[in-house]
C-alpha cells in the first residue's frame, strides 16, 4: 500500500510555515560506501581487529525503519537492492529509503589510507538506474521498485580547478537526476584539506557562500530537497535561514563522541534553524540503537531537553541492564568534531552557547522504578510546562520502559 511517507508530510509543512515544529530525522547508514570492514563497528565482544558483519549492520536497517521514529534511512545502493527492492521493508512504512549517490575521494576511509587527508575529488560508484529498480535500463514500471531520492556530496577546498570540478560532477548528476525523476538533498562537507587556507572563523561564511552561490543557477525542478551539512554555530546557521529558508538546513553528525555530544547538537542546530539532522555514527555507536533513536525523536520534537534526555538515557540502559560506554558524567561532555567524515584535520568543535553546561546532577537521580507523577491537563495529556525536571525525567523513562517493554 502506497502511503505518504513522513519525509513529504514535513517538507510541506516547513516550506508552507517557516516556524513549523516539524523535523526530519534520518539515520546514515550509508558508511560502507567510506569505511568497507569497519563498517558495522567493532564486534560485540570488542575482540581487537574484529568487527561486526554486513549483515549484522543491515539487520540494524530493518529494525530501525520498523520501529517507525526515522524519516529517511540513507544507506549504499547495494542495501538498497537488498533490503528495499528485494525484501520491500519500506512498503507501507513511513520512512522513505535513499542511497548516497557519490562517494567524493575524502570518505574513503580504508584502514592506513590517507585519501581523506589530501584535497576531496569528484568520484560516483553508484548508478540511479541501479538505485531505482536495481538494473540498468529501467522502465516506467520499475522507477518505483527502489529509491528515488540520494544524497549528492560535495566538498570545496578552496581550489578554482578542484571546487569547479566538484561543481561540473553536481551538475552533471543534476541532469541525469532531473531526467529520471530523482530526488536529491545535498551535502557540503567543510574543508578537508584546503588548497588556500581561511581562518576557521571564516569557513561558517565560505560554505554558506559557496552552497547559496552554487545553487542560485539551479531552479525548483532540479534544486536539494534540503541540505547536509556542518553545524559550525548560531551565526552560519541563522545567516542561511535568514537568506533564504527554503534551502532547508539539516546538520550531519561526524563522529560518534558522546551522547551529550549528539543530542546536544541536534537541539542546538533546530535552536538556530537546522530542520534536519542525519547522524550515522552517533546511532550506529550508541548501546541501544533503538533506545538512542527514541530521544533524538524527543528531542527533534521538542518533548525533552539534551540534558535531560541523556540522565532519561543513562536511566533506561540501566533497566534494560545494559553497560553504558561510559559513565554518566563523562557521557555528559561536549567532545566531538563534526566537520569531516573521516574525522581527520582540522575540526571545528560544537559550539557552545551560554546554557551549554549540562544541568544539575541531582536530575540524574529520578529511578525508572520511583514513585514519581507529573501534572496533566484535562485531557489527560502531559503538562510539560508544569513539570520539574525530575517529573520530566520520570515522564519520558517511563515512556520509553512501555514502548520498548
Known sequence: ??????????????????????FILADAKDADMAFGIA??????EHVDGEFR???????????????????????SVSSNDMLTIRERIFDGSNVTPAIRANDTTDIHVARGASYPNVPARPFSTALLDHAQCGQLGCDDTQIHLGANLGLFS????????????????????RIEAEQKGFRHFLEVFAPNAMVNPIPTEQIGGFLNDMITRALAGVPSSARPL?????????????ELVKYDPHLIPGVLGGSAGTTYDAFK???????????????GRKIKDAEDELCFIQFLRWIADGEIQPEEA?????GVLAGLGIRPHRPLEEDMQLTSGITSYGSTGRTISIPQTPDSTPADE????????????????????????KMTPQQRLAYHQTRLSDAIG
Open 154 to 173: 560535495m566538498t570545496f577546498n578552496n581550489d578554482v580547478e578542484l571546487d569547479r570540478a566538484m561543481l561540473e560532477a553536481y551538475k552533471a548528476f
Open 310 to 314: 541523556t540522565k532519561a538515557y543513562h
Open 39 to 44: 563498517t558495522p563497528g567493532k564486534s560485540p
Open 53 to 75: 558483519s554486513l549483515g549484522q549492520y543491515r539487520e540494524h536497517i530493518r529494525q530501525n525503519v520498523r520501529q517507525g521514529l526515522l524519516d529517511i534511512m540513507l544507506m
Open 1 to 22: 500500500m502506497l502511503i505518504m511517507k513522513s519525509l513529504d508530510k514535513k517538507l510541506d509543512e516547513i516550506h508552507a510555515d517557516q516556524n513549523s515544529n516539524a
Open 265 to 279: 547538537l541536534l537541539a542546538e542546530a533546530k535552536k538556530y534553524g537546522a530542520r534536519a539532522a542525519l547522524f
Open 362 to 385: 541531582s536530575v540524574g537521580s529520578a529511578s525508572r522504578d520511583a514513585d514519581v507523577s507529573w501534572p496533566t491537563k484535562p485531557d489527560g495529556l502531559p503538562d510539560f510546562p
Open 226 to 238: 534540503f541540505l547536509k551539512m556542518p553545524y559550525l554555530g548560531p551565526a552560519a546557521m541563522t
